[in-house]
């Protein structure tokens, strides 16, 4: 915030300036931005920040948000990534004004392209894709003319009419623009604007033999559709002046503004789709969804909250240079709202039994937990307690450092909620392993008890061992292993940088019974050890499924604070 006369005014984005400047000056009286995938896989936490941008601007300055889908390439495009995509818009919290599709506009885009080649803007080109490269030139060095630029208009005509016309092998012709070869920019030398692909699209099925490239379509669209600014990553900044060409040259009297900003790049995390529809092909994930993906389906099944996501994109803020987040950030915040929301619960993910030897046998009463401790007003829960229970085994040691405050031979703790125990013996089997603790609890010390208040310096989370639930817990790593470079320094590949241990399935864990009676999708903070989902495929009361959404520890946090 900054002031302004002595009153606070709100900081705004370069991007919020550039639109509130528009509407102040009368350039627009009201905005439409849109957001444009490409249905051909699923979004993924990169498109949560370009989502959030475009319809936040709707928030922020009223006006209308498209969703369209730029299904330009039939070959690699579904309706399960259509679907897919508008679940996670509505997921993320928001709400299109109107639906629209690029192949709405397929017979206005061809009337374009004869337009451009009836004043000599277009030609059709028989250069092979290779020719075409070698043709273009290099970022130092001028492209030279196809041999098919001077075709004449009527050529031109009849060989696009052909095209159209299915008269033509796939790949053997296209259309490109007549614009300049010797060009600074590469995208200007005499870009492509259709290409012959036969392949069945989702929406007009076999009409179409051939199709326009995305710079072509994608400023036509926002031409047709009115798009008072079109905001998009900064990879397409290049292309802007081919934008701005195409809109011009089309005849278009109100362009459309492209303005780019910074893509959101997240350390140890794939942000390419290419490269995760090959993991999702290749089997190395369960799918689109698998909860390891940064994909917003396998966000959402890990069981990160859309409020979470949408407060990173926040924090991330709108730049105008690339840079490189750590991805801590984004798990700081999905920390920070399910500590506000997430019940707590007791979980015993490697589970070591303790027989309490002077409890009755055949006793059983419940103790009271608090559901989470800051909002009292999601009440109490009874829990079962008998003789025998379970511990992490992490929480015993037979030879205990000095700052070990877990139990041990001879060492008191406090149970959850329950009695203060005393390990008196631990049993092992014939390789050694402690396989039970036999302990003695106190009967005074009950919480809330008036004996209670005799203190011990640890405390253990536990769960009963007659009536807890048995369960798989599946723990996660980033699909990225920390190291970038191998040791001449050179980059190593996504194939090459695969974490082996980005997955880690835990069976026979004993959970408090009221997680078997959880809601797929449901979260909860399992005490002292994380944030844990209810896996919304496998999961079933039978046989509870639970995904590692976060930790309780803040990496990002003590990050900062250093």
């Excluded at 208009?153 to 296209?174: H, I, K, T």
């Excluded at 014939?430 to 609890?441: D, F, K, S």
Aim: aromatic residues 10%; contains cysteine.
């Amino acid at each position: 915030m900054c002031e302004e006369n002595g009153t606070p005014k709100e900081s705004l984005n370069f991007i919020e300036e550039i639109i509130a400047q528009d509407l102040e000056t009368g350039k627009h009286e009201h905005i439409l931005t849109r957001f444009p995938p490409e249905p051909n896989g699923y979004l993924h936490i990169g498109h949560a920040k370009a989502v959030c941008i475009n319809f936040g601007m709707k928030d922020k300055f009223g006006g209308r948000t498209f969703l369209r889908f730029d299904d330009t390439n039939p070959s690699k495009e579904d309706t399960e990534y259509v679907d897919s995509i508008m679940e996670d818009i509505r997921w993320l919290g928001f709400e299109w004004d109107e639906l629209r599709y690029a192949s709405d506009y397929f017979e206005r885009m061809y009337e374009a392209a004869e337009k451009l080649i009836t004043e000599g803007k277009a030609y059709v080109c028989d250069l092979t894709p290779e020719q075409m490269r070698e043709y273009r030139g290099t970022l130092t060095a001028p492209g030279r003319p196809s041999p098919y630029r001077d075709r004449s208009v009527e050529e031109n005509l009849e060989l696009f009419r052909g095209m159209r016309a299915g008269q033509y092998p796939d790949g053997s012709r296209v259309l490109r623009a007549k614009i300049d070869m010797a060009s600074p920019n590469i995208n200007m030398r005499d870009p492509v604007l259709y290409r012959i692909v036969r392949a069945h699209h989702h929406r007009t099925g076999d009409k179409w033999c051939i199709y326009p490239m995305y710079d072509f379509a994608h400023p036509l669209e926002d031409a047709i559709e009115g798009v008072t600014h079109s905001l998009c990553s900064l990879e397409f900044e290049d292309h802007r002046p081919l934008y701005d060409w195409v809109v011009r040259e089309v005849g278009f009297p109100h362009p459309p503004r492209q303005i780019e900003f910074a893509r959101l790049n997240l350390t140890r995390t794939l942000m390419s789709k290419r490269y995760l529809r090959a993991l999702v092909e290749s089997g190395t994930v369960e799918g689109w969804d698998d909860p390891r993906m940064p994909t917003l389906s396998g966000l959402r099944r890990r069981g990160y909250p859309p409020q979470a996501i949408r407060e990173f994109c926040a924090r991330v803020g709108v730049a105008k240079a690339n840079s490189l987040v750590d991805a801590a950030m984004l798990e700081s915040c999905v920390r920070d709202s399910l500590n506000d929301t997430a019940p707590r619960a007791m979980a015993v993910l490697r589970p070591l039994k303790v027989v309490l030897t002077n409890y009755p046998e055949g006793e059983r009463e419940t103790v009271q937990v608090e559901n989470h401790p800051a909002h009292p007003e999601m009440g109490t829960r009874a829990i079962p307690f008998s003789r025998e229970l379970y511990i992490e085994q992490e929480d015993f040691m037979m030879d205990p450092p000095k700052k070990f405050f877990r139990l041990a031979p001879g060492r008191e703790v406090r149970l959850k909620d329950a009695y203060i125990i005393k390990c008196e013996e631990a049993v092992t089997d014939a390789a050694g392993n402690v396989i039970e603790l036999r302990c003695t609890y106190d009967p005074e010390s009950r919480s809330g008890l008036p004996g209670s208040a005799r203190k011990v310096k640890g405390t253990l989370h536990w769960v009963d061992a007659a009536t807890c639930r048995e369960a798989t817990v599946r723990l996660y790593d980033y699909l990225l292993g920390e190291q970038t470079q191998d040791e001449n320094g050179n980059e190593l590949t996504p194939e090459q940088r695969m974490n082996p241990d980005s997955i880690q399935v835990l069976t026979g864990c004993k959970v408090e019974p009221r997680l078997a009676q959880a809601s797929a999708g449901e979260t909860f903070q399992f005490m002292r050890q994380g944030y844990f989902t209810a896996d919304s495929k496998l999961y079933t009361p039978e046989a509870p499924v639970f995904n590692a959404t976060v930790g309780l520890k803040d990496s990002y946090k003590k990050a900062v604070k250093k």
